[in-house]
């Protein structure tokens, strides 16, 4: 942590003359200029803005390219300075998206990637490790709120609410009547062009994936889905996919429409989920508060839920008990909000006395559009673009 605030450029703007009244006597961590603090509830900041600025973790290292480009100087990578600022052109892209493949790829040799790397953890870490603003702090609206003012009494409730971590789920049963569920099932398992995936750190040649699947965009995106070793092409939303979509939005009180969506076919209990979180870049729920809304349609399946492992413990490592589990059933629609994908797992574990086959639909907000594939939705400012979802 020490070394994420070190690195931290100082702020340009004149607190002193913005604060009346001095509490205590402190050196702010976020902006580490004034020795004044008037901010009760956690002493180390001087106010209320640099406790959000510092809570928003990656979000609050806004190098730009010269800070970034010093940052890689003093890392001793002056002979590769230029190819990297291209490709890292700033604190924010440098905390998220540098590895070892990318400083070797600019002809950085192994062990200098790997000692840098060392160095970016503890960045990261630092950066991961901040508290998460309170709600008064910076206010969130859950889908169980929205959803119970938009469909009173269809059922909205929390299933998680982790105010200190932001994490929230929210579950509503029967959201999507028996029968209409039931039928959408038959449609999408019958209609869509399922594909089987295969990851080769875990499958065998020739073996796939433990579901089939399909990833959906709006026509005009063109953001391959990449996660755990696998990319799964996008292929535009059919209209069916887009009404469904549109009930189950219009159930949650969304008031904007989620552009891509993930589709699992579980074809029954050996097919699965393991632990992880979707916390891809597309999607910037690493380090923004994102939602994500997802309707189960056929068999009962389990959906587990548990912490991220915390500081000091590599955040690969994914042994460990569920901590929350619920039922998830044809028809429920259930979300999760906030920093879930970056605080917590979640799995859909095997049920081998499961016969039946399920659908999942985890609809999601691409706000980083991919340049990599060539996405023409891909432009300056998208990818800071904040999903807050409101009120109809
Ligand atoms: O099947 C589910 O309920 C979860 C699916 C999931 O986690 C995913 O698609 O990322
Ligand atoms: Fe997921």
């Known amino acids: ?46 106010s209320s803005s640099c406790y959000i600025g510092a809570s928003k973790g990656i979000e609050a290292l806004d190098w730009d390219t010269s800070e970034a480009a010093c940052w890689l100087g003093g890392e001793g990578l002056d002979r590769w300075k230029r190819q990297l600022v291209s490709v890292l052109r700033d604190g924010h892209a440098l905390l998220t998206t540098l590895n070892e493949g990318v400083l070797r790829r600019v002809g950085v040799p192994k062990r200098k990637a790997k000692e840098v790397m060392q160095d970016v ?29 938009a469909r009173p009494g269809l059922g909205w409730h929390l299933v998680l609410k982790d105010d200190s971590l932001r994490s929230y789920a929210s579950l509503c049963r029967n959201a999507v009547p028996q029968d209409m569920a039931w039928s959408w099932f038959e449609q999408l398992r019958t209609q869509l062009p399922w594909q089987d995936l295969s990851d080769s750190r875990y499958q065998e040649e020739g073996k796939y994936m433990p579901r089939r699947t399909i990833f959906t965009v709006f026509n005009g ?11 799964v ?11 469904i ?45 994102i939602c994500i809304l997802s309707l189960s349609l056929g068999a009962t399946r389990t959906f587990e839920v ?50 039946q086959a399920r659908i999942n639909l985890t609809w ?29």
């Not at 450029?9 to 913005?18: A, F, G, L, T």
């Not at 400012?381 to 979802?389: E, Q, V």
Request: hydrophobic content about 25%; glycine content about 8%.
């Open 121 to 149: 953890e503890d960045l990261r870490r630092g950066a991961w490790s901040q508290p998460e603003p309170p709600l008064k702090e910076v206010p969130l609206v859950t889908v169980a709120e929205m959803g119970e003012r």
């Open 1 to 46: 942590m020490a070394a994420f605030y070190a690195q931290r450029p100082s702020r340009s703007r004149s607190p002193r003359q913005e604060r009346p009244v001095a509490l205590k006597k402190h050196k702010c961590r976020f902006c580490g200029t004034y020795d004044l603090c008037e901010f009760g509830r956690d002493e180390d900041f001087c």
């Open 245 to 289: 979509r549109e009930y189950c939005v219009a159930a949650s009180g969304l008031a904007t429409q989620p552009n891509c969506c993930n589709i699992n076919l579980y074809r029954d209990g050996r097919d699965s989920v393991g632990w992880h979180t979707d916390d891809e870049e597309l999607f910037e729920g690493g380090y923004n508060d």
């Open 233 to 243: 092409k996008p292929t535009i939303e059919p209209p069916f996919v887009a009404r």
């Open 306 to 355: 548990k912490h991220q492992p915390g500081f000091g413990v590599a955040r690969g490592s994914h042994k460990g008990p569920a901590e929350t589990s619920f039922a998830v059933r044809n028809g429920d629609l259930c979300t999760m909000e906030g920093k879930f994908q970056r605080h917590y797992l979640h799995a859909v574990p095997k049920e081998p006395q499961v016969r």
């Open 221 to 231: 995106c063109n953001c391959t889905y990449k996660y755990s070793g696998v990319a």
């Open 364 to 392: 999601r907000w691409i706000t980083k559009h991919n340049q990599v594939d060539g996405c023409p939705l891909c432009g300056p400012g998208n990818s800071r673009a904040p999903l807050t979802p409101s009120i109809c």
